[in-house]
């Protein structure tokens, strides 16, 4: 965010210290040392200097700007996605070392992704299952079931539909007796959603590319859930949902309020 004339006030996300704002002197003005460390999706070493109110930033070394990301701007904004859905879900001064790795890890990811979607719905979820409201995928939340992960469908409980209310996937029977909302989910999708929470070598998720039938599903499943468990939507995903149809000519600004 654009402080005074030329400082801005940027949001950090330490591994030792969690989520803080600080400020940085100068750092609009295009001749200075902090303009380019300070843009969005930097990886730092940072000298912070103790101030009134926050701290400042007085020196610091880029260690990594994901420069495979800026090359795209598709990665770009799925990349700020992040960023801004883990924004949304974390608290000040929280450390959280899990979370930062998650980050970081996806970030790297992104840049050789075979789909960088699938990339980002695993993110999702992994940030979902840290944060404690992961969807529920092993038994029906109506019911309480067990769904057969396996086979997905021995002895007729196979999940049917998605409950964005119950916060996961119901059984048939429960997705024909129940009146509220639900999306269709097919098995082979929830099983997509349910590697995609725990797949954590780095190659395997880049190589991953998910049908597009199970990508649409998985969209609009976990759309639903986190704007019910965040209670409104997150900023940037009317960008990427934009970017995705070739509908950008349609907004008014191509970045994200966050991200500029
Ligand atoms: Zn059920």
Redesign the pocket.
Known sequence: MPLGETDKIVTLFAREYGKFNIIAKGARRTTSRLAGATEPLMLLKALLAEGMNLDVLTQCDIKESFPAIRADFGLYLRATYCCELLDRMSIERDPDIETFDLLLSTLYILQRAADSDAVVHSFELKLMGLAGYAPMMDA?P??D?MFDTVTGQDSGIIEAAYSPMRGGA??R??AMATREEVMAISPDAATWMRRLAVEDNARAMAEIVLPQPIADQLNRSLRSHLRLRLERDVKSTAFLDAYRVGAMENLSDPLPPDAR
Do not use: A, P
Request: aromatic residues 0%; proline residues 0%; charged residues 25%.
């Open positions: 029906c109506r019911c079931q119901l059984c029977e429960c």
